[in-house]
């Protein structure tokens, strides 16, 4: 017989930033008085909203405005896919690897994923343009996540000058006959106890990361990277940046990434919904947090309308010129 199939009440077992929604925040009085608008529900999307509106962080949750400022009108949209609109930015192919040269021996070098087990062969490809190169930038803005060992075989392999400490790690864990002694000391008044502990799923599972070292295959010492981080670069993304950390070649340049890390657990709720709980809660190796908060960059360069419209790549260009720095001896 299998164990029954996980619902929502997963998230009281597995979630692991509980304490961050604060003393007053009840989940369960949160699903009870979720429950009657989901029935309600006079269609799939507003089912839909109601999901996100629970799920959502307390200071997130409001999904529409209140107040005698709020009105409701009607937009006619033209949906042609043949000619789309002047003030609509392309979507940017987003191949696993790209590059090119920048001129004065700078070579740019796009990653945009970490999920792809042939990334080491095409870094392996590239390798004779990065030798030649007297600079690189990397570009993390589109890479997602994916495998953080694929991201720490790149840095092993190719770009990390010194021994590194990956991403420290915790999850809640707990054991069945301890949860259910736990139960039984809860109702007579007993705290502070280890069964007791593992009743109120305050266990925790703690890796304090993995310490790696480069090979004898990393590029010179003498050649700087800048890496383009933002909003979209996140997770695997992420521990990659953490593990580069301290290291004198790399300098971040751009927005503060995503923030968002952890190994998910995926439910599927009735609609063919998919529910992400995050388990693990990620750190730097000294107990800095960025989940929330994100990775934010040595040099700040943010787009601006007036960038957009011009089409300028303000973070690739700050980029340039801290690596221009550099070379020259400025930085």
Same mark, same amino acid.
């Given at each position: 017989?299998?164990?029954?199939?996980?619902?929502? =009440?997963?998230?009281? #077992?597995?979630?692991?930033?509980?304490? !961050?929604?604060? *003393?007053?925040?009840?989940?369960?009085?949160?699903?009870?008085?979720?429950?009657?608008?989901?029935? /309600?529900?006079?269609?799939?999307?507003?089912?839909?909203?109601?999901?996100? #509106?629970?799920?959502? &962080?307390?200071?997130? $949750? *409001?999904?529409?405005?209140?107040?005698?400022? =709020?009105?409701?009108?009607?937009?006619?949209? $033209?949906?042609?896919?043949?000619? &789309?609109?002047?003030?609509?930015?392309?979507?940017?192919?987003?191949?696993?690897?790209?590059?090119?040269?920048?001129?004065?021996?700078?070579?740019?070098?796009?990653?945009?994923?970490?999920?792809?087990?042939?990334?080491?062969?095409?870094?392996?490809?590239? $390798? *004779?343009?990065?030798?030649? /190169?007297?600079?690189?930038?990397?570009?993390?803005?589109?890479?997602?996540?994916?495998?953080?060992?694929?991201?720490?075989?790149?840095?092993?392999? %190719?770009?990390?000058?010194?021994?590194?400490?990956?991403?420290?790690? !915790?999850?809640?864990?707990?054991?069945? =006959?301890? #949860?259910?002694?736990?139960?039984?000391?809860?109702?007579? +008044?007993?705290?502070?106890?280890?069964?007791?502990? %593992?009743?109120? +799923?305050?266990?925790?599972?703690? =890796?304090?990361?993995?310490?790696? /070292?480069? !090979?004898?295959?990393?590029?010179?010492?003498?050649?700087?990277?800048?890496?383009?981080?933002?909003?979209?670069?996140?997770?695997?993304?992420?521990?990659?940046?953490?593990?580069? @950390?301290?290291?004198?070649?790399?300098?971040?340049?751009?927005?503060?990434?995503?923030?968002?890390?952890?190994?998910?657990?995926?439910?599927?709720?009735?609609?063919?919904?998919?529910?992400?709980?995050?388990? !693990? #809660?990620?750190?730097? *190796?000294?107990?800095?947090?960025?989940? +929330?908060?994100?990775?934010? &960059? %040595?040099?700040?360069?943010?787009?601006?309308?007036?960038?957009?419209?011009?089409?300028? @790549?303000?973070?690739?260009?700050?980029?340039?010129?801290?690596?221009?720095?550099?070379?020259?001896?400025?930085?």
């Amino acid at each position: 017989m299998s164990p029954p199939s996980p619902g929502l =009440s997963e998230a009281k #077992r597995s979630f692991a930033y509980w304490d !961050k929604l604060g *003393p007053a925040f009840d989940w369960d009085s949160t699903y009870r008085a979720t429950l009657p608008r989901i029935v /309600a529900a006079e269609d799939y999307p507003t089912y839909v909203r109601e999901l996100q #509106r629970f799920v959502a &962080p307390p200071r997130a $949750r *409001p999904l529409t405005r209140a107040g005698a400022a =709020s009105a409701r009108r009607t937009v006619q949209v $033209r949906r042609d896919r043949g000619a &789309p609109s002047a003030w609509l930015r392309p979507a940017r192919a987003t191949p696993l690897v790209d590059s090119r040269p920048l001129g004065n021996g700078i070579l740019y070098l796009a990653i945009n994923s970490f999920n792809d087990t042939t990334l080491a062969a095409r870094l392996d490809t590239l $390798r *004779p343009q990065m030798e030649r /190169a007297r600079a690189i930038v990397i570009d993390l803005r589109l890479n997602p996540g994916g495998n953080s060992g694929n991201g720490y075989r790149a840095l092993i392999e %190719h770009f990390a000058t010194q021994p590194f400490t990956t991403s420290a790690w !915790k999850s809640r864990m707990e054991i069945q =006959s301890r #949860r259910a002694w736990g139960k039984q000391e809860a109702e007579r +008044g007993v705290t502070g106890t280890e069964n007791r502990r %593992h009743w109120d +799923g305050s266990v925790w599972f703690d =890796s304090p990361g993995e310490r790696l /070292a480069p !090979k004898a295959t990393v590029l010179a010492r003498t050649i700087p990277i800048a890496v383009l981080i933002g909003r979209q670069t996140g997770s695997a993304a992420e521990d990659f940046l953490i593990a580069s @950390d301290g290291d004198p070649r790399f300098t971040l340049v751009g927005e503060p990434t995503n923030g968002s890390t952890g190994q998910p657990l995926f439910l599927t709720l009735p609609g063919q919904v998919t529910l992400w709980i995050c388990t !693990k #809660r990620d750190t730097y *190796p000294d107990g800095r947090e960025f989940v +929330g908060t994100g990775i934010r &960059p %040595h040099v700040t360069a943010l787009e601006t309308v007036a960038s957009v419209r011009a089409g300028t @790549d303000v973070a690739l260009e700050a980029g340039v010129q801290v690596l221009e720095e550099r070379l020259a001896g400025r930085r």
